[in-house]
């Protein structure tokens, strides 16, 4: 290739003949410390690959010819080794108002959870034996107890998020029934949650004919029982958790519609998504309907997540008659989607605290965040504002703001809560030129050692601070941040 015409006005550019070799830059004492450090074909590795990508450059005439003194070439080894060692998945500040976050991995794990987690993954556990029997377990048996006890469910099974567990119920209840695979859903539940998943879509997937009833807004009982033939296999409620139906509505309930179905010998199962397994409301949150009142009104399967309002992790819980999750759980399907060992250690412990509900707002950090009252956390942020005002001045300006945090991931999606933060704006800057210092200063908060993720909203970065817990770890990043706003 021919060089650039640029490099033959400037002789300061570097020639490929200049390049060290790979033995020689791996013995230098830098590198030789690395090798010793990480092993010689981690680091001659990324020897060769950075002299290939400095060749590259030299070769096009784009490399000044400083990049090749030894400080410089094992330097940005150096660089090379320590990014290619650093994980890509790091810890973040969640400022962004919205406490079960999906982007931001959803609901923060109890500190029971993660005790167990990292005893259990220690060594061997019982994962799949029965240590009573001596021989083969199961693993749904780990959590089944605790499922039945905190829902009063006949029985549970769990399986690895809650798209698992209405794909596998939708699959074992309807697609493998001799006489049809209808089911049976209102119009106005044909929910998307996100990341393509709707349920139409779902049911195809599992095998199973969608049957829908009703209209948008408006469901009744008489729409149900028209739709019901001999091809039939399930009726299904799905909770609207992402969107609200207002207005001149009508939905049959979950008592009458398991009338309706059980009067023609048919199973109703209802996807409740966010999966609440305590009344809210006595805390001042709204209300979402619980497991045990859906079984209460006759559903016989239950599905909803382990990471939403359950504070948990990932992992879709299904609960019901033992006759349907029976079914569900020697239905082979299940066995591609059973949940790991790791996330089923962080379910025990978590559904665990549920049996202690006194404690359960200071133990589960999700009940702790969304009860957290919105003048402890105006005082946090009057605490903290001058150290924020000085560590983006004379750039920005910060004011203590009331906000409304969301409780997230599709759960009560309608409701607000009272928070407080701050709202950082570009001092003096022209009206043209804000939304790129804001996106800069977004940036800027992004790349710090703990990124700090907020929002920009109506010309101002917003930082709602109701899941700041550790304020030392936020505090200690501000020189960071003066730094890189310069
Ligand atoms: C969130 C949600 C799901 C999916 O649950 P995941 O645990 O994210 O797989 C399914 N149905 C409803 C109604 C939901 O809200």
């Not at 400080?71 to 079960?100: D, F, H, K």
């Not at 029997?133 to 048996?141: A, E, I, K, N």
């Not at 709707?198 to 807004?217: C, K, Y």
């Not at 709204?286 to 948990?312: H, I, N, R």
Request: glycine share 8%; aromatic share 2%; with cysteine.
């Amino acid at each position: 290739m021919a060089p650039p015409a640029e490099s033959m006005v400037h002789g300061s550019k570097a020639s490929p003949k200049d390049l060290p070799s790979i033995d020689r830059l791996l013995h230098a004492s830098g590198p030789a410390a690395w090798v010793a450090e990480h092993g010689h074909q981690f680091v001659a590795q990324q020897a060769r690959e950075l002299l290939d990508e400095l060749r590259r450059q030299a070769v096009a005439g784009a490399l000044d010819a400083h990049a090749l003194q030894p400080a410089a070439v094992e330097a940005a080894l150096q660089a090379r080794c320590e990014s290619r060692l650093t994980s890509r998945m790091c810890a973040v500040l969640n400022l962004t108002g919205t406490v079960i976050h999906t982007n931001l991995g959803r609901a923060v794990l109890p500190e029971a959870a993660m005790q167990h987690v990292v005893a259990m993954m220690a060594g061997p556990n019982n994962l799949e034996y029965d240590l009573a029997r001596g021989g083969r377990g199961d693993r749904d048996s780990l959590v089944e107890e605790l499922l039945c006890t905190l829902t009063g469910a006949e029985a549970a099974t769990v399986v690895n998020n809650n798209a698992a567990a209405v794909l596998l119920t939708i699959a074992a209840l309807a697609s493998a029934h001799p006489g049809g695979k209808e089911v049976i859903v209102s119009r106005g539940e044909l929910v998307e949650i996100g990341g393509a998943f709707r349920m139409p879509d779902v049911m195809a997937s599992a095998g199973a004919t969608l049957v829908e009833v009703g209209t948008t807004n408006r469901t009744h009982p008489a729409d149900y029982e028209r739709a019901i033939t001999e091809r039939t296999a399930l009726l299904m409620k799905v909770h609207t958790s992402n969107y609200a139906v207002q207005g001149f509505t009508a939905a049959v309930d979950e008592a009458m519609l398991s009338a309706i179905a059980h009067a023609r010998g048919l199973p109703l199962a209802t996807d409740l998504g966010c999966g609440a397994l305590i009344d809210l409301s006595q805390w001042g949150l709204p209300k979402e309907p619980l497991p045990q009142e859906m079984l209460a009104a006759g559903c016989d399967v239950v599905t909803f997540s382990g990471d939403k309002l359950l504070g948990g992790p990932q992992a879709g819980l299904i609960v019901g008659s033992r006759a349907a999750i029976g079914r569900i759980r020697t239905f082979p399907m299940k066995r591609a989607l059973r949940m790991s060992k790791l996330p089923l250690a962080a379910l025990e412990a978590t559904l665990m605290l549920y049996l202690r509900p006194d404690r359960i707002a200071r133990d589960l950090p999700t009940l702790r965040l969304l009860t957290r009252p919105a003048e402890s956390i105006r005082a946090l942020a009057q605490q903290l504002q001058p150290a924020v005002a000085t560590a983006v001045a004379p750039r920005f300006e910060v004011t203590v703001v009331e906000l409304l945090s969301q409780i997230g991931s599709g759960s009560l999606p309608v409701e607000r809560l009272a928070s407080a933060g701050f709202a950082l704006a570009p001092a003096g800057t022209a009206r043209k030129g804000v939304g790129s210092a804001l996106d800069a200063l977004a940036l800027a908060l992004r790349q710090l050692p703990l990124p700090v993720i907020g929002r920009i909203a109506e010309d101002r970065l917003l930082l709602d601070l109701r899941c700041l817990e550790d304020a030392t770890a936020f505090v200690a990043q501000l020189p960071a941040l003066a730094e890189a706003l310069g």
